[in-house]
Nanobody
Framework: QVQLVESGGGLVQAGGSLRLSCVAS??????????MGWFRQVPGQDREFVAA????????AYADSVKGRFTISRDNTKNTVYLNMNNLQREDTALYYC????????????????????WGQGTQVTVFS
């Protein structure tokens, strides 16, 4: 069982930065075996993939819309995954979710929501201009 709690969302001006964190309440051994991802959702729209990172943290994947602006990373000693978001734009406004894929193989960076087993409650990011 993995419980995920996101933090770090807020209100930011366009061009600004935020850092999201997601702490997993799980045994460190369990967290280390999870691929982790970030998704976002705007009311009335489907949940959208943002970024993913494999179990070791060496491999990552990004949506085209955030490449070059967002960076996903993880600290397996702290059961935490991060999303650094730079040059934020109004279209980045959404509820951001952290997710864990507990079935991942070592090299996996899952990009679809159905691959993930556990989800957090989300943290709101609002970008104004």
């Amino acid at each position: 069982q993995v419980q995920l709690v996101e933090s770090g969302g807020g209100l930011v001006q366009a061009g600004g930065s935020l850092r999201l964190s997601c702490v997993a309440s799980a045994r460190t051994y369990t967290f280390n075996r999870c691929a982790m991802g970030w998704f976002r959702q705007v009311p009335g729209q489907d949940r959208e993939f943002v970024a993913a990172i494999n179990r070791s943290g060496k491999d990552t994947a990004y949506a085209d819309s955030v490449k070059g602006r967002f960076t996903i990373s993880r600290d397996n000693t702290k059961n935490t995954v991060y999303l650094n978001m730079n040059n934020l734009q109004r279209e980045d406004t959404a509820l951001y979710y952290c997710a864990a894929d507990a079935q991942a193989i070592v090299t996996t960076t899952p990009t679809t929501s159905r691959d993930y087993d556990y989800w957090g409650q989300g943290t709101q990011v609002t970008v104004f201009s």
